[in-house]
Structures are given as structure tokens and as C-alpha cells.
């Protein structure tokens, strides 16, 4: 494309937009809305998905002991399980710990523990670290059947549980947004076929004199482009903001949280939101284009 | 130049606009194409810058098998022609030079020769101190030479004109012919469909006369009417 001729296509484009000033800005509108929407689904998914890998890697089994175990037989168990292929590092934590650190980690919530009073429910345990993620399973299960073992507890379940939910969020998710770019791209290209229809009689003078099918495209297809870029970015916009809120919303109360720290996360799904913006932009121009431009 | 063999037309109603036409047109010829209103004047133009496809028949237009070639080999197929209709269709928010120069500009023409060209064809078209006026301010006869003007930027081997005089008074009809004679006697074909019998007779040019579809006479410094 000839430098005077991209000019020429900008021109076009801008003089449309303002000529449509309301489809426009209803195109962009909805644009950036479904981003939005995708955005948000987008961002819960990749941290849902971040929580899960990292609790899956957290190679730490829970080992709780029976309420009336001897100080001997804990020590014979502790050397049995040290003595188990693929265990790390064996750490006692007893029940006062326990409770210290779960008192720590309920922070402005406290007060659920000193409603027990002097009471501690909590048992003794140990804390387990395993060479290999994948020998987690067959550890936990190795030492839940030792004598004066009450249960092992590892994170599987919970990762488990968390994949079944991104499973299902990424399915909704997916239905959701074909939905949300069917009618982004339902809205621009009607946007579209409003400027092809002020501009027919050009578009005829201009197939008269001998102008390609893609000269007489273009201006149209950036105007889709440039809908969904803009929409694209006030959505991405949106979406920054709403993360740094929900971040600072997450630190402040669960600290030790995994959320994806902002940068460069948002920065990637910045790119991403613009670029589906523009895609859905280009697609909706081009139906509108496929029906109304034959010559 | 334009070479029309079995050329039929018969259109998705039923309608059979054009039927076994034969035509020969050479270069720097004038040719008038006359006959009543749906006797296929217009589908015979039409068909010469590919806005219509013949359903039968070969068709040949400077070189380019009309029929045959590809969609996207269209535009440089017109950019070798220069169209011109009876509505003059000039874009209202452009001006006399913009209207002009968009020919030039779709077709991706150097910059540098659009200011020359476009006010030369001014000149040819007696416009040039008009150039900045809008086509709202024009008097039809003006309007129609500012569509000339557009038509023959590009330097077109062919002009096909419909009906160019069909919405101006006989004066500027006149002031109309004048330009496409100036135009003709620079070498370039041209092909004219028009109801002006008074042109017709006076120019003495060639006249392909269609009626229901068929041609019913192709005659060299003719009439518009029947001659014995």
C-alpha cells in the first residue's frame, strides 16, 4: 500500500466515525464491555489455574498424629518416616504451634480461636517435605497406614478441586465469549454497513473507475479495526484497574494468597484484550463487507 | 477494439434484453447506439464496462475477454475506459478538482501528475476557473462536463457514455457533443447510447439501432431514424 494511499484510508476512516458518531460509539461501547467480561474471566482463570500448579507443587504432607500418642512412639514414627525413600525433612509442630499459627493466619478474625478458650482442638503433627512432586500420593498414603497416624493430608485434594472449577469456568468462559464476539461482531458490522450505505454512491463511481476490490475494502476494514482497538483499550483499561483493586483487596486479607502479581501479567492480557479487540473489529467488518460490497 | 460475437443477454426474469448481436468497433471510431427505452440500449453499454455479463456470446473490449476474465481483473478492464451516465453521479462533498482527481486517486496515480492532469482535463472541459465550486453549484451542463472530465483523466482508449445529453437542454446538449467530438478526434473511441435524434442526424456518424434485443441496422454516417 502507497504511503498516499494510507493516508487517504485514514482519512475515510475518521470522517466515518464522525459521521456515525452513535453507532460508533455504541460499537465501541459493546466492544469494550464484552472485553471487559472476557478480561475478567480471563484473569480469574490464569489465577485459578496459578493457584492450582502451585499448590500441586507444594511438595509438603500434613501428618496428623492420634490424640494419645507417648513421646516415645512419636519419636519411633519419626524416625520410621525419615527413614522412607524420597522424604526431605521431617518437622515436628505441636498443637500449640499449630494453634499460634492459625491464630497468626485468621489475623482480624482471632477471636473465632479465643471463643475456645484454653481449649486447643488442633493436634500435634509433622510437617513433611518430599523430594518430588510425584511421590507426594504414594507418601501420604505409605504413612497414613503407620501406627499412631491419624491421617496424612497433602494438597491433591484441593488442587483436584480447583481444576474441576477452572475446567468449568474455562467451558463457561469459552460459551460466554462466543456469545459476547458474536454480538460485538453483530454490532460493528452493522456499524459498517451504515458507512458502506452513506458512502454507496462513491463506492459505485469508484468500482466505475477502476478501483480494486481491496482499494475499496480497506478504509472499511480499518474502520472495523479501529472500533475494536479502541474498545479494546478501554476495556484493558478497565481490566488494570480491577486487578490492582482486587489485588489490593486480596493482600489485605489473605496474604499468602497466590494471585499473579500484576506485572507483567497485565501488560500480557493488555496485548491480548487490544488484539481481540481488533480481530473482532476486522471480523465484523468483513461480514458486513462480504454482503454489501459485491461488485 | 470492441468485438461482439453472439452476444445474447437474458436476464433472471425471463427478460431477453440483448439476442445474438454482432459488432465490430474500431478504434477512434464514434458510434451511436439508438433505439426506444427497453430495447436493450442500456445492457448493450453495460455490458462494455462488465456491469452486465453476457449469458451467451464472446466479448472482447480493448484485448480483455469480457466474459471470461477473472473478477479481480475487472477494475484495470475499466480503467482503460472512461464512463459517463445520464445522472452525471459526482460526489456532492467534493469539489470540481477533488471530483476529478478521485479518479486518479482510487486508481493509486502518482501524485505529482494529478494536478497536471486534472486541470488539463478542466481545460478540455472548459471548467478550469470552476475547480474549487461544489457540483451543487453547477448548472447540469457543467455537472455533465465535470463528469467527463473525470472520465476521460485516466486516458481512456474507450468513453462509453449513456444517455449523456438525456437531462440537458438542446443548447448544452450541444456544448456536451462538442467535448465528446474534441475527445474523438484525439483518437479515442467512443460509444454512445442517446434518444437525441437532432444530434444523431446532425453529427452523421455511425448508428447501431436496437430493437427488442436484436439489431436492425449498423450504419456508417447514419440517422436516428429508419432510411429507406
Request: charged share 25%; proline share 3%; aromatic share 8%.
Amino acid at each position: 500500500m502507497k504511503l498516499r494511499t494510507g493516508e487517504y484510508f485514514i482519512q475515510e476512516v475518521f470522517r466515518s466515525l464522525r459521521r456515525n458518531n452513535w453507532m460508533s460509539f455504541a460499537s465501541i461501547g459493546t466492544v469494550a464491555v464484552s472485553l471487559f467480561v472476557l478480561g475478567v474471566f480471563l484473569i480469574l482463570v490464569l489465577n485459578m489455574n496459578r493457584m492450582a500448579s502451585t499448590l500441586e507443587s507444594q511438595v509438603q504432607i500434613s501428618v496428623y498424629l492420634e490424640e494419645d500418642l507417648s513421646r516415645q512412639q512419636r519419636i519411633d514414627l519419626q524416625s520410621n518416616i525419615e527413614k522412607m525413600q524420597g522424604i526431605d525433612t521431617v518437622k515436628f509442630v505441636d498443637k500449640d504451634e499449630a494453634k499460634a499459627r492459625l491464630s497468626e493466619r485468621l489475623g482480624d478474625q482471632k477471636y473465632l480461636l479465643e471463643a475456645l478458650g484454653d481449649k486447643n482442638p488442633l493436634p500435634d503433627a509433622f510437617e513433611l517435605t518430599v523430594a518430588q512432586p510425584d511421590m507426594v500420593e504414594t507418601a501420604a498414603k505409605a504413612i497414613e497406614r503407620m501406627d499412631g497416624v491419624e491421617s496424612a493430608k497433602y494438597g491433591q485434594d484441593v488442587v483436584e478441586h480447583l481444576f474441576d472449577i477452572t475446567r468449568l469456568m474455562r467451558i463457561f468462559g469459552l460459551v460466554l465469549m462466543l456469545l459476547l464476539a458474536g454480538a460485538t461482531i453483530f454490532i460493528i458490522s452493522n456499524t459498517i454497513r451504515l458507512t458502506v450505505f452513506a458512502r454507496r454512491k462513491e463506492i459505485a463511481i469508484m468500482k466505475y473507475v477502476g478501483a480494486t476490490d481491496w482499494f475499496i475494502r480497506w478504509p472499511f476494514l480499518m474502520e472495523g479495526i479501529v472500533l475494536g482497538c479502541i474498545g479494546g483499550i478501554l476495556s484493558a483499561i478497565a481490566l488494570r484497574s480491577f486487578y490492582a483493586a482486587m489485588a489490593a483487596k486480596i493482600y489485605s486479607t489473605l496474604a499468602f494468597f497466590p494471585l499473579m502479581p500484576q506485572y507483567p501479567f497485565m501488560n500480557y492480557v493488555t496485548v491480548a484484550i487490544i488484539l481481540s479487540g481488533m480481530v473482532i473489529g476486522a471480523i465484523g467488518s468483513a461480514f458486513s463487507l462480504k454482503r454489501f460490497l459485491e461488485v | 477494439m470492441i468485438q461482439m460475437r453472439e452476444v445474447c443477454k437474458t436476464y433472471d426474469t425471463g427478460v431477453v434484453a440483448l439476442s445474438h448481436v454482432n459488432v465490430d468497433i474500431q478504434k477512434g471510431e464514434f458510434v451511436f447506439v439508438v433505439g426506444p427505452s427497453g430495447a436493450g440500449k442500456s445492457t448493450f453499454i453495460k455490458m462494455l464496462f462488465r456491469e452486465e455479463l453476457p449469458t451467451e456470446g464472446r466479448l472482447l473490449v480493448n484485448g480483455h475477454d469480457v466474459v471470461e476474465m477473472d473478477r479481480s481483473e475487472v477494475p484495470y478492464l475499466r480503467r482503460e475506459l472512461g464512463v459517463i451516465f445520464q445522472d452525471y453521479r459526482l460526489l456532492p462533498d467534493k469539489t470540481v478538482f477533488e471530483n476529478v482527481a478521485f479518479a486518479m486517486q482510487v486508481i493509486e496515480a502518482p501524485r505529482r501528475l494529478m494536478q497536471r492532469s486534472v486541470n488539463s482535463v478542466l481545460d478540455v472541459v472548459g471548467l478550469r476557473d470552476k475547480y474549487r465550486s461544489f457540483p451543487s453549484q453547477l448548472s447540469g451542463g457543467e455537472q455533465q462536463r465535470v463528469a467527463i472530465a473525470r472520465a476521460i483523466v485516466n486516458n481512456p482508449s474507450i468513453v462509453i457514455a449513456d444517455e449523456p445529453t438525456g437531462n440537458l437542454d438542446p443548447e448544452t446538449s450541444w456544448d456536451i457533443m462538442d467535448i465528446f467530438k474534441r475527445i474523438n478526434r484525439a483518437g479515442t473511441t467512443i460509444v454512445m447510447a442517446t434518444h437525441d435524434r437532432n444530434i444523431v442526424d446532425t453529427m452523421k456518424k455511425r448508428v447501431i439501432a436496437i430493437e427488442d434485443g436484436r439489431i436492425v441496422r449498423d450504419q456508417q454516417r447514419g440517422g436516428y431514424g429508419y432510411e429507406a
